[in-house]
């Protein structure tokens, strides 16, 4: 009786939390300066678009992360989403996506 109320209370509990995704290791791209790290989000059997753009400015590396509502049935299809997405986000904003200076924040 005990094991059933233990399941009932994790799938209320954070136990059930959307979780980045522990895949292979992918290797980030460059486009226009920056590098993006795709960093897909798995949510139950799928996984959700969501990545990092990363510029190197001076000695300070400046990042936009950003999550997406995409949803995808396999990392590969994330993933290759992630690097489409990202280089939309660069060219769409040029030089004002880190023109703040802002050390981290939501692209």
């Known amino acids: 009786m005990a ?14 939390a959307p979780k980045a995704a522990a895949g292979p290791a992918v290797e ?12 897909p ?5 799928q996984y959700r678009l969501a990545g990092r753009i990363e510029k190197q400015v001076g000695e300070a590396v400046l990042v936009r992360t950003f999550i997406r509502a995409d949803m995808f049935t396999s990392m590969d299809d994330a993933v290759e989403s992630t ?18 200076g802002a050390p981290e924040r939501s692209a």
């Open 3 to 16: 094991s059933f109320f233990s399941n009932l209370l994790s799938m209320f509990s954070s136990g059930d």
């Open 28 to 39: 980030p791209q460059e486009h226009a300066g920056c590098m993006i790290h795709p960093a």
């Open 41 to 45: 989000i798995k949510e139950g059997s």
């Open 83 to 100: 690097f489409r997405k990202a280089r939309q986000i660069i060219d769409q904003n040029g030089a004002s996506l880190f023109s703040d």
